[in-house]
Every structure is written in C-alpha cells, then in structure tokens.
C-alpha cells in the first residue's frame, strides 16, 4: 500500500518524509541487463518501513476489519462512512493532516487503502461521479 503511494506520488505529505529517508541512504546499485544478476532495490521498503508497520498495524486490527464492507452489498451512505472513518483513523496514525489529497481523481478510487475498505472490490462501482466524491469531501469535513 505504502509502496504504490511512493511510486504513484500520490501522498505528498508522506512523499516528503520518504524523500528525506530516501536521500539519506546510499545511492541505489547499478541495474544489470542480465536477470540472474539483477538484484531488488530495497531503498523504496527501507524508506517506506514505519508507514507500512503503522498501516499493517490498522489493517491487521479485528476491529478495523469489521468496518470493511459486508458480504452483502452495502449502500453509498454506508460505504462512504467506512471510507472516512479508515481515511481518518490512518491519517491519524501516519500523523498527516489528509491522505485524501486526490479525491477528485481515479488515483483516489484506485488508492489501495481506497480499496481495502471492501474486500470485494466494489468500491470502484460505489464511487463514481463528481457527486460521491463531494460527499465523500462533504463528510470528511463533518467529522
């Protein structure tokens, strides 16, 4: 999850912390043409470690799990608040004031916190049109 945001700059306020983590390690290694020398740049998991333990943290919680979606089909009203409540609940852990920089955007719905907040991948049909994303922003703002 961590990684997709480095990668995808979709988090500026994290962006910057893993900037400063990634300017102080060592330059990254030489990439080799041939596959039996090629080696993972592990920069990016160094870089990204306390947010993926901050996040696995939250998403390994039972009762954060419960919030996800039910089985049966949940309603938009519904939806969107498990989508603030963990929107809210990780930004207060990760100690950033918004993770929802982009939600005007199809990074946003892409985003794979977005996502876990149903197990079964409809939260991409839940959301969108410009209206769910305005109460989306409408009740993030509420609470």
Request: glycine share 2%; charged share 30%; aromatic share 10%.
């Amino acid at each position: 999850m961590v990684r997709s945001w480095l990668h995808n700059k979709n988090q500026p306020h994290l962006l910057s912390r893993w900037n400063d983590r990634l300017a102080q390690l060592p330059p990254k290694e030489a990439i080799y043409g041939n596959i039996i020398r090629r080696r993972v740049d592990e920069r990016d998991y160094i870089a990204t470690y306390p947010e993926f333990v901050t996040l696995l943290g939250m998403v390994a919680d039972p009762d954060w799990r419960t919030l996800r979606a039910p089985r049966r089909w949940a309603n938009l009203s519904q939806h969107r608040r498990t989508i603030n409540a963990v929107y809210t609940e990780a930004e207060h852990r990760l100690n950033v004031p918004t993770l929802r920089e982009r939600l005007h955007s199809h990074a946003f719905s892409n985003d794979a916190l977005f996502r876990w907040t149903d197990s079964l991948g409809r939260s991409l049909m839940l959301v969108k049109t410009p209206d769910d994303y305005d109460a989306l922003e409408d009740e993030s703002h509420q609470n």
